[in-house]
Every structure is written in structure tokens, then in C-alpha cells.
């Protein structure tokens, strides 16, 4: 069997953590909408430019990709939490996983990114702090009448309260 070329595939969080990153051959990609997010100047955007100096190639995903990673992001109650630049991570290593030779392993401290992951099938990595060990799914809770919406749900349609975030566990990784 063919062992596959990991590809690994990082995120804002990485290049802000400001832990030295270093590509020693690997392949390491990121998206367009990661490169937006970093202001020219700074010292992370200093970082960057060093990456792609050193071989750290911009790709933008597909669109059937970001479509897929879209919807379902919004069945986990994560899209309200990921921003562009995190769609597009997500929907790169989606692309790169469906290629036969390559997978894709996402570099990110960001926990909506990695639980999307898991419930992509999609190997991550956690950077700086520890990787999350469970999935999780965001519902919606409404602090008037203390029910509960399994879809996320901005209004309480019962009391009309503006509702909050909570996490629900959801099975072991
Ligand atoms: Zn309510």
C-alpha cells in the first residue's frame, strides 16, 4: 500500500500562536482568505512572508468544496463561529482528500475548525493548546424558559428571548 503524502494546511490561529513554524520539506499550503486576514506590516505578517518564502503555497479550494464544508458547518451549528478564512481552510483539505495521493492535516487552534474536521473525517492538529477529544455540536439555549433548540436558533420562538450558544457533546473521536 501506498503511504500518502500528508499535505499540512494551516490557519490564521498558527501564524498568530507565533510558535515557530517550520516546513523541513513538507508540503504546507494555506488559503487566500488567511492571507486577507493578516495586515501587511505586523510581525505575523513578517512571519508569512518568511513561509511563503520557504515554500508555503497559497491555494484557493474549490467551489463544490466550500459549498460542502458550508453545509455542513450549518448542521453542526458552527457557521455562525467560522469565519471565511476558516471555510476555506476546511474546504482546501477537503479538496486535497480527494485526491488519491495526498491528505490533508489542518494546523489550527480554533475548536470550530477542528470539530468541523472531525465530522469531515479530516485529520487536524492542534498547535499551541490541546486538540479537543470530543465532538461537539453548538445548540441553541434560551435564557428566558431555559428550553433548548437543537437547530441553531437566534429568537426563542416560544418567548421571543434572545437565545445563547451552549455546547452539546456528541460521541468520542
Ligand atoms: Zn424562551
Same mark, same amino acid.
Given at each position: 500500500?501506498?503511504?500518502? !503524502? ?6 490564521? *490561529?498558527?501564524?498568530?500562536?507565533? +510558535? ?15 492571507? @486577507?486576514?493578516?495586515?501587511? %506590516?505586523?510581525? @505575523? ?16 479550494? *474549490? +467551489? ?5 464544508? !458550508? ?14 478564512? @476558516? ?38 492538529? %492542534?498547535? *499551541?493548546?490541546?486538540?479537543?477529544? !470530543?465532538?461537539? !455540536? ?36
Amino acid at each position: 500500500m501506498l503511504l500518502k !503524502k500528508q499535505v499540512f494546511i494551516i490557519d490564521t *490561529s498558527a501564524i498568530l500562536s507565533g +510558535k515557530p513554524i517550520q516546513l523541513n520539506n513538507r508540503c504546507m499550503m494555506t488559503t487566500p482568505g488567511v492571507s @486577507d486576514e493578516l495586515r501587511p %506590516g505586523g510581525r @505575523d505578517y513578517q512571519i508569512f512572508e518568511f513561509l511563503k518564502e520557504t515554500g508555503l503555497v497559497i491555494h484557493a479550494p *474549490s +467551489k463544490e468544496a466550500l459549498a460542502h464544508v !458550508k453545509a455542513t458547518a450549518h448542521q453542526t451549528g458552527d457557521d455562525a463561529r467560522l469565519s471565511t478564512a @476558516d471555510i476555506e481552510i476546511l474546504a482546501l483539505a477537503y479538496d486535497v482528500n480527494r485526491e488519491p495521493e495526498t491528505e490533508a492535516v489542518i494546523l489550527t487552534d480554533d475548536y470550530s475548525i477542528q470539530n468541523l474536521a472531525a465530522t469531515l473525517h479530516i485529520v487536524f492538529q %492542534g498547535f *499551541s493548546q490541546k486538540e479537543i477529544t !470530543k465532538k461537539f !455540536k453548538w445548540v441553541s439555549r434560551c435564557p428566558g424558559c431555559e428550553r433548548r433548540f437543537q437547530e441553531p436558533t437566534k429568537i426563542c420562538p416560544v418567548c421571543g428571548t434572545r437565545t445563547k450558544s451552549a455546547l452539546r457533546r456528541q460521541q468520542d473521536l
